[in-house]
């Protein structure tokens, strides 16, 4: 049909039905449509957009004092922590809240609905700050990261300023944050203090999400993991204004001993753990609140550090130049790197394996290691060789299922997600993995019935096990 249509020149498009519950992707399709058939009868050499008639608007030395910085969320317990590490460091930058569902809506309206989702929520969610008159559009900017590999992660900064265009505010500046040089701003700059203090706030947000999940399923006053979280979440800023490394040592040793010591009930739940892409695995409106499913549902969550993901990334040079045409500056500079955000993990992974509750994390050579045989390192997109290494570290660490989670379609993650699952099984036969698909149409009954039947195998294991080995 669309080559019989294309013959006869006919324009067309192209709606996908389905127990969709947003039709913002039917809506976006439909107005593309129009505005397709209201412009043939323009010539396409005199067809312009805004983004191509302005030069890129640039965060320049002086706006550092007078605008404000809008970010996108992701993981509201790093970020909280990470927000007051730029302000700390001269920055009036803003961690936009959860995503509503409105927010979704917009995202669709200004990106091609078979982008990803998280393209869509990032889009979305910041087009929706600026249109919401909170902010004064001539004093405030973006901020988005660039991670420089061919998937959508370095593609996030074109969908904004398109979308920006189209909304009409191609003057708000979009500062990219990047390792690889690839856009620079004169007003924005990564300085050794704001690394450090950065490196200090994700590690204190992997600890804290680590051991709130690990004792919140059990605790024995409700609300009482909650509260302890919210209190160290604020010790942690605190820690982060003098960011001294005995400091920093003393708060992660303090709040270690104070989940360690949190009364809890002496039970046993099924660990289920939580892997997949990034912003889908760590946001909980991309992810439908799954970390609040498994709970409500009687297991106990496990979701991988954060910082792991930004050792992966550095790891790939290494690979590069071991077995592709790599340059020795960047394999250094990559074991520079390793070295570094490890040096800030030493006393964490030092406390967890000397506590009575918690595990530390493996180093990111353990985790490559964990998937020879298995895939190549070479799978270096997206989260790539990494997603099935974090799935070989969980099961190693007793986790009974794990739900694989992604954006529908994301391509990466097919690969070394849904693909590796059948190997993984057959090494692996007594974990359940069940492979869950996120997007703006996709069916929340659907996810939540796929996420049930893998608790349900998974409690089903845990009692077998029991009555194997009984204490």
Not at 9 to 28: F, H, M, P, V, W
Not at 234 to 251: E, G, I, K
Not at 263 to 286: C, N, Q, S, W, Y
Not at 392 to 419: M, S, W, Y
Request: glycine residues 6%; charged residues 25%.
């Amino acid at each position: 049909m669309q080559e019989i249509l294309s013959r006869q020149k006919k324009t067309y498009t192209l709606l996908k039905i389905d127990e969709q519950s947003n039709l913002g992707a039917a809506r976006i399709r439909l107005r593309s449509l129009k505005a397709a058939l209201d412009a043939r009868g323009e010539h396409p050499a005199e067809r312009t957009t805004e983004s191509q008639d302005r030069p890129r608007p640039v965060f320049q030395a002086g706006m550092k004092q007078t605008h404000t910085i809008i970010a996108p969320q992701m993981s509201p317990i790093h970020f909280r922590i990470l927000e007051q590490a730029f302000r700390l460091s001269g920055y009036n930058l803003e961690i936009l809240p959860r995503v509503d569902r409105k927010a979704v809506d917009v995202g669709l309206t200004y990106v091609n609905n078979d982008a990803c989702y998280p393209s869509i929520l990032v889009v979305g969610q910041m087009i929706s700050a600026l249109r919401s008159g909170r902010y004064d559009l001539s004093r405030t900017a973006l901020l988005i990261s660039q991670t420089g590999g061919g998937c959508r992660a370095t593609n996030y900064i074109a969908f904004v300023r398109k979308a920006l265009a189209d909304a009409g505010m191609s003057h708000v500046p979009v500062i990219s944050v990047n390792a690889l040089g690839l856009e620079k701003n004169p007003g924005f700059r990564l300085s050794t203090s704001l690394l450090a203090r950065a490196l200090m706030a994700l590690v204190f947000g992997d600890l804290l999400m680590r051991m709130l999940y690990r004792v919140r399923p059990y605790e024995v006053e409700p609300g009482a993991a909650d509260r302890l979280s919210d209190a160290w979440s604020a010790r942690c800023v605190q820690t982060l204004a003098r960011p001294r490394l005995r400091t920093f040592h003393r708060t992660i040793r303090d709040m270690v001993k104070a989940f360690d010591t949190l009364p809890i009930h002496d039970r046993v739940k099924p660990r289920v753990g939580v892997v997949g892409e990034i912003l889908v695995k760590f946001h909980p409106t991309a992810n439908n609140e799954i970390i609040r499913v498994i709970e409500s549902e009687g297991a106990e969550a496990v979701v991988p550090d954060l910082v792991g993901f930004l050792l992966y990334a550095s790891s790939g040079n290494l690979f590069r130049r071991e077995k592709l045409a790599g340059s020795l500056r960047g394999a250094l500079l990559a074991r520079v790197a390793i070295a570094a955000v490890e040096l800030f993990r030493v006393r964490m992974k030092r406390e967890l394996a000397a506590s009575k509750r918690f595990h530390p994390p493996q180093s990111i050579q353990r985790l490559a290691q964990g998937v020879d045989g298995i895939v190549s390192l070479g799978n270096m997109t997206g989260e790539g060789w990494f997603l099935t290494a974090e799935m070989v570290e969980l099961i190693r660490d007793g986790v009974q299922a794990i739900a694989c989670i992604q954006p529908f379609a994301c391509l990466p993650n097919h690969v070394t997600g849904k693909g590796m699952i059948r190997e993984l099984r057959r090494r692996y036969p007594q974990v359940t993995i069940a492979p869950i698909d996120y997007d703006p149409g996709a069916s929340e009954a659907n996810q939540l019935n796929r996420l049930k039947l893998m608790l349900a195998s998974a409690r089903g294991e845990a009692n077998l096990s029991t009555a194997a080995h009984p204490s």
